[in-house]
């Protein structure tokens, strides 16, 4: 899978790479997405990729909450550990400011089929939408996105999905349609 060389991670990505630190729970259908979000933590992690995150710290926030710090027992916790030691050392450029505005951002893209998007995923929106590149998003196992999909990129803003067989039927299973 060819990953891109700027991202921004969404939190499922090293959630879900979490879960090989008991492979035996990982349903049969969540083996490949995985793998790859392994890939993807792993991508960020070797210096092969970069990563972008907003210098308000919303979205390292969200990481500590829901990873565990001590960089242990999952690639997704590592992640965190990574992300912890090397914030501050990322380039200026890929460490972008946001602003609040209610609950959401004043980044976040003025558009019609974005009006229920989720609160809480806004800021990754708003982060790749204010960076001059508009890096992509790495999204794993969050289906929602694929609805968005489109939205997103009139926005000018994309989603790279990591497990798109898997998002897209779920997608499917949940609305009716692709």
Known sequence: ?????????????PKTANL???????PKEL??????????????????????LDDGEEIFDEYRHQLSMSGQPGVGDSFLKWVHDHRWSL??????????????FVEFPDHDGLADFDISDRK??????????KPPILQATDSK????????RQSGVTAHF??????????REKFGHE
């Not at 929106?125 to 204010?130: D, E, M, P, S, T």
């Not at 996105?145 to 939205?151: D, L, N, Y």
């Not at 990591?162 to 997608?171: F, Q, T």
């Open 124 to 133: 990754f929106v708003a982060v790749a939408n204010a960076h001059p590149e």
């Open 20 to 26: 090989a630190s008991t492979p035996g729970d990982i």
């Open 31 to 52: 083996i490949g997405c995985v793998q790859a979000c392994i890939e993807a933590v792993e991508h960020i992690t070797s210096g092969r990729g970069t990563l972008v």
């Open 91 to 104: 380039p200026d450029s890929d460490r972008v400011t946001i602003t609040r505005s209610d609950d959401s």
């Open 1 to 13: 899978m060819k990953l891109p060389k700027k991202c921004l991670v969404d939190t499922n990505v």
């Open 145 to 152: 996105w694929w609805g968005w999909r489109e939205a997103l």
């Open 162 to 171: 990591l497990c798109p067989d898997y998002v897209r039927n779920k997608y």
